[in-house]
Structures are given as C-alpha cells and as structure tokens.
C-alpha cells in the first residue's frame, strides 16, 4: 500500500552529482567529538552511536581511537536522487532549484525511521512533536517549513509521481516560498521504504 501526505507551517513570528563521505574507520584526532565525526561524515550522531556501541559515553573520546563509520551511500543516493528530480521539476518550469542541506536530510531521516519505529504516518510524532518542532529542536531556524511525507514507493521516481499527482504535495515542491530542501529515506524490517521530504526558508 502506498501512501502520501503532506503539510505545510509558515511562522509568524520566525522573519547533481552526489558525493558522499567515505564510510569505514575514521581515526579520532585531537579537537574531534562524536559531533564533529558525525557532521564531518554527514550522518547523524544516532546513526554513529549505533555504528560503535563500544563507546559507553559519546563525550569521552581520545585521538587514535577508532571510530566505525556506517555505509549509508545507498540510502543517501536514493535521497540525493528525489532532491534532483525535484529541481527538475522546478527548472522545467523556470523556478529557482532547491539547495540540498545534509542536516534537514538528516532529520527526515529520523523522522522515516519514527514512522517506522512507531508505527504511525502523520505529521506530528509522538517523539518530536510537529515537524516544525522537531527542526526547530535540532537547530535548523527557519521562518517557513513544509513536509510532504510517503509510504511504499520503492523508487526517487516512483515517489515523485506520487507527490506530483497530488495537488498539495506538488505545491510545497513547486513552491517560491523555500530555498533549501532535505529528503530522508528508512527502510523497515520487510525492505518497504518510508520517505520524508522537508523544505525550508532559513531565517
């Protein structure tokens, strides 16, 4: 069953090639946290926790210890690829293309992952709250946010003719009102893909 939907907040009082980081073993040198690993590698701290359960406490590292880095690409390829058939889309029709930003990704990511986790397909999380919430929380500020959010399409290009035949999913991807877009695939147990698109127009 495939499934779309989709919402859009603007705050009143708030005025392609892809390349990814090498997964594999990063080794800490002197001034790194988890932080700084996880931004380096575009990948989220949760995402990089899991990858190394043998370190108990994220805030004590030390240089030369080694850091296992996940292998996301195949996810990140499938994200990377929405993002440029939504500029696509925008060109055809003389519209400014989106930037990519790795942190909103990021967070669309964990909000697919929630669906799935959570077994639930809405806007609002009982983790993070609104969608505009759950960017805020994770230091993304932005003055307008829209998410349009899909269940079941197995492909970037599958998904997009869902969006696009749908009048409000094609609104947010073909809106003025935003300059930044990130997209966040997860996969459930069975291999069915849950998709997140967020745009946003950074304060």
Known sequence: MKRI??????????????????????????????WKIAVKHEIGLSELAKANTQIKNLALIYPGQK?????????KELETEVIRLVN???????????????????????????MIDKGYFAHTSPTYGSFFQMIDSFGVKASGAAE?????????????????????????????????????????SKGNLTWTQMFIKPL
């Open 88 to 114: 696509i889309e925008r060109s055809n029709r003389g519209l400014q293309t989106l930037k990519q930003n790795w942190e909103l990704s990021r967070i669309a990511r964990y909000k697919s992952q929630d």
């Open 67 to 75: 850091i296992a880095i996940p292998n996301i690409d195949s996810i």
């Open 148 to 188: 349009n959010i899909a269940q079941g399409q197995r492909t970037p290009q599958h998904v997009m003719s869902s969006w696009m035949n749908s009048p409000g999913h094609k609104n947010n991807i073909l809106s003025e009102s935003f300059s930044e877009i990130g997209v966040g695939v997860a996969k459930d």
């Open 5 to 34: 939907i989709l919402i859009i907040c603007l705050s009143l009082l708030m005025f392609s090639t892809a390349v990814f980081a090498q997964a594999g073993t990063y080794t800490v040198k002197s001034g790194d946290s988890m």
